[in-house]
């Protein structure tokens, strides 16, 4: 093994191609998943098993069915407690109050800790901050590695787009105002890691998002 501190193996699984993050701390070999995408468990299973890693907790960005698919097999199978915003713990306990029934069965949980602004989740010698960005759910949140310059943040911030406000508890005003103010103020190097598509950097998108360049262009 060389001498890189993280790694971040993405899976793109379910019929929305949602991407769920495996991060790493390759020294300790302690794991932390990031969004449990549905049919990615044994995936992730497996390839804890094949490295000899260790999944030390599981977080989710928010609570859409896309996102939590697996989560309550993958806890079930390792005993990694859940955490999720307070604001999107319902979504996570009872999938089907989403608001339409979905076309097969999820199973809902009770997560182990309940995420707010500011907090730290741990991962060896990781430290995850967490952001709360409302805006495509009410209780949202990124997560952002400052000593490693990686953010995770799920269905809010995409490489030239952003994440849906037309879904209930989403607001196109609120999403724009998380992205402005807790994620372009990042160093524009930062990798940024999305639910969806390709990776990007801050840099980029501060630069060249449509999106966001029009929403500040109200601002000028």
Known sequence: MDDARVGVLPFDRGPVETIGYLVVDLRS??????????????????????????????????????????AASLAGATGAPVSIHRLDEAMLVTPQSYGFALPFPLRGMTPDRL?????????????FEVLHVPGHTPGHVALFERSEGILFTGDVLFRGSIGRTDLPGGSYDVLLDSIVTQILPLPEETRAYPGHGSDTSIGRERKNNPYILDYLDHFE
Request: aromatic fraction near 6%.
């Open 29 to 70: 070999g302690m794991a932390l998943v990031i969004d449990v995408p549905f049919q990615s468990a044994g995936d992730i299973l497996a390839t804890l098993a094949e490295h000899g890693w260790k999944l030390t907790a599981i977080a989710i960005t928010h609570g859409h069915w896309d996102h939590t698919g697996d």
């Open 115 to 127: 995420l707010e602004h500011g907090d730290v989740l741990a991962c060896g010698s990781l430290r």
